[in-house]
Every structure is written in structure tokens, then in C-alpha cells.
């Protein structure tokens, strides 16, 4: 039996639930998900604030120098200079924080 993330909002009384779906490659290409066969419930506010009760937030620094909004990329000449390449690299300055450990609920061993 197959249950839909319209139907474990509806059991949970939640308006939203998310599935992880984050899978990491080993040495042999094998896939495997990174939650395992756990689930966490946790809250977040659609409203999000400095002040709310989420679990947790990601926090951008807008700020950093030579970025837009935390974003920044960079354009470099590729050694050698033979190679008559540019590359470009693209930053991301941020942090994800647990900022309410009272709302969230783990459920280890949730799939079979």
C-alpha cells in the first residue's frame, strides 16, 4: 500500500508535508538516501521571522562583499593559458541552522 503526501497531511492534520529526496553516490555509483529509512516531523512556519518557532532556517549573508543577494561568481582564465577557456564559479554564502529543537519529532525506522 502507497500513501501520498496528500494523505499523511490529512493523518498528521498538517497543511503541507514534504518528502526528502537527497541521494549521495558512494565509490560504486550505488545510490542511497540520505534520511535513510527515518522521517522528521517538523514545524515551519509559512510566516517565517527572526521570532518565529520554526525547526530550522537558512540564513543568507546578502552582504558579503562582491555578491547580490549572497550570490557571487567569479570569471578566471583556465591554465593553461592554451587552453583558451574561461571558467566561471558561482558562490553561495549561507548557513542552515537548527533554531527550534522542540519542533520537530524524529521517527526513526519509519519505512520498512
Request: charged share 20%; hydrophobic share 50%.
Amino acid at each position: 500500500m502507497s500513501v501520498s503526501e496528500e494523505d499523511l497531511a490529512a493523518i498528521f492534520e498538517v497543511e503541507e508535508v514534504v518528502v526528502a529526496s537527497a541521494a549521495k553516490l558512494d565509490a560504486a555509483d550505488a545510490a542511497s538516501f540520505i534520511w535513510g529509512k527515518h522521517a522528521v516531523l517538523a514545524y515551519v512556519n509559512p510566516a517565517a521571522s527572526f521570532a518565529d518557532m520554526s525547526f530550522g532556517k537558512l540564513f543568507v549573508w546578502s552582504g558579503a562583499p562582491g555578491t547580490v543577494g549572497g550570490f557571487g561568481t567569479e570569471i578566471g582564465r583556465v591554465s593553461p593559458p592554451s587552453a583558451k577557456a574561461d571558467e566561471v564559479a558561482q558562490h553561495f554564502y549561507y548557513d542552515i541552522k537548527v533554531t527550534s529543537n522542540i519542533s520537530a519529532y524524529l521517527i526513526q525506522d519509519a519505512v520498512a
